[in-house]
């Protein structure tokens, strides 16, 4: 991993906002740091939601995860990415056991795998909204955290509610991976390796065997 300050826009995952089970959050919160403190590579930046229309995505090298391989299925996910050059794509994950950052194909390849060996009703699919687009409409109360009783399911961030948008609660509109229907645009693992790894299709095919 290259420590070149041009592309590590995080050098060190201690200084980074961090909160378990809330990773749209401490999303929201890595491209809040950017526009601060380094805003011309805001454009440049991307949420990148997990998630298929039953809620069940299997990811590897998760911290959370059980095994050698430390796998979980979870709900949805978020991580953030960052696209400086072609073939330059990093993956900011606060919950890989990968290190932070990795670059694109190898955090894909360890942390999705592929889909071939899945079930369809476990097949990823990705939302990749712009961080500028992510600033301005991501909110959330938290209710997907509370239970029935109005207890926590695990302790919320210290900080108040990211409320950005008229709409107090509109993380399920990222959650959704509906195509043409929710901020971003919506792909399969195959398109988004296609999208942002640049490789010929027929190698993607291949790798995906």
Not at 6 to 15: E, G, M, T, V, Y
Request: glycine fraction near 2%; charge should be neutral; hydrophobic fraction near 35%.
């Amino acid at each position: 991993m290259t420590n070149d300050a041009n592309f590590i826009l995080f050098p060190k995952i201690a200084d980074c906002s961090y909160v378990s089970c809330y990773c749209e959050e401490n999303v929201w919160k890595l491209c809040e740091q950017v526009k601060k403190t380094r805003p011309t590579e805001l454009a440049k930046c991307y949420a990148v939601f997990v998630s298929n229309e039953g809620r069940t995505v299997p990811l590897w090298r998760q911290k959370a995860g059980r095994g050698d391989d430390k796998v979980v299925i979870w709900d949805y996910h978020v991580f953030f990415m960052h696209n400086p050059t072609p073939n330059r794509c990093l993956i900011f994950d606060l919950d890989t056991t990968l290190p932070f950052p990795t670059y694109f194909h190898k955090y894909v390849t360890e942390t999705f795998r592929s889909d071939l060996a899945l079930r369809p009703e476990h097949h990823r699919f990705f939302r990749v909204i712009s961080a500028e687009t992510y600033l301005a409409e991501f909110s959330s109360d938290r209710r997907h955290m509370r239970r029935p009783d109005d207890t926590w399911i695990k302790p919320p961030p210290p900080y108040a509610p990211i409320q950005t948008h008229a709409n107090s609660h509109s993380l399920d509109d990222f959650i959704c991976m509906t195509p043409g229907k929710g901020p971003g645009t919506v792909y399969s693992l195959q398109q988004f390796v296609y999208v942002f790894y640049k490789l010929p299709q027929t190698q993607i095919n291949a790798e995906n065997k």
